[in-house]
């Protein structure tokens, strides 16, 4: 059964860093587009981040420039590096493949990042 399984987030100050790693299991990454999205206390969720199975990559507007997403296929691992992080980057981040092993619109369980001001 696929799985996504998100790790690194925590508690930051404003102009720090961290690093998200979604890593996948059940399935294998290679060939796979993925996402990051991100939703924000009392808002809806947004994608944040898209990287293709070629490693185009794609952001949000507010995020250009402080966030790279990446991919290492060797270990089934999509990554999302945030820095210079601000306030309103707070929120729970997801990594999200429209489809992978056999499966459509699969979702991992969320980490949680905070940025304190």
């Known amino acids: 059964q696929v799985q996504l399984v998100e790790s690194g987030g925590g508690l930051v100050q404003a102009g720090g860093s961290l690093r998200l790693s979604c890593t996948v299991s059940?399935?294998?990454?290679?060939?796979?587009?993925m996402n990051w999205y991100r939703q924000a206390p009392g808002k809806q969720r947004e994608v944040v981040a898209r990287?293709?199975?070629?490693?185009?990559?794609i952001y949000e507007d507010s995020v250009k420039g402080r966030f790279t997403i990446s991919r290492d296929n060797t270990k089934n691992t999509v990554y999302l590096q945030m820095n210079s992080l601000k306030p309103e980057d707070t929120g729970v981040y997801y990594c999200?493949?429209?489809?992978?092993?056999?499966?459509?619109?699969?979702w991992g369980q969320g980490t949680q990042v905070t940025v304190s001001s």
């Open positions: 999200q493949a429209d489809r992978i092993g056999g499966k459509n619109d699969v």
């Open positions: 059940g399935s294998i990454l290679g060939g796979i587009l």
């Open positions: 990287i293709s199975s070629g490693g185009n990559t």
